[in-house]
Nanobody, 128 residues
């Protein structure tokens, strides 16, 4: 079973940057889907950015395009989310997830990972 651990969250002023990390994100050998989701109080969990390892294809929510970058360090089994130009509306709990979804689903914006492959989350708070 994959065990994921997010880190890097914190409090930052609007316009600032944070880099989230997700350790233990290697699912298996071969291609798989990994990504970041967030959930703000009173709202549903939503995808932020996803990456399909086989092709490197990515998906970004419209609200974060041009500001966030998802990347993977294979050697360290770590997934990253670089977040720049943060806004108050980015405030949420951020989660990473991984599972063997195919590329078409992984980068569609509708990928819903298996419940077994989620981290515990890291809080990001952006003050204006």
């Amino acid at each position: 079973q994959v065990q994921l651990q997010e880190s890097g969250g914190g409090s930052v002023q609007a316009g600032g940057s944070l880099r989230l990390s997700c350790a233990g994100s290697r699912y298996a050998y071969g291609s798989y889907c990994m990504g970041w989701f967030r959930q703000a109080p009173g709202k549903e969990r939503e995808p932020v950015a996803t990456l399909y390892t086989g092709s490197g294809s990515t998906y970004y929510a419209d609200s974060v395009k041009g500001r966030f970058t998802i990347s993977q360090d294979n050697d360290k089994d770590t997934l990253y989310l670089q977040m720049n130009s943060l806004k108050s509306e980015d405030t949420a709990m951020y989660f990473c997830a991984v599972d063997p979804a195919p590329s078409s689903l992984c980068t569609s914006g509708t990928w819903s990972p298996s419940r077994d492959y989620w981290g515990q989350g890291t809080q990001v708070t952006v003050s204006s």
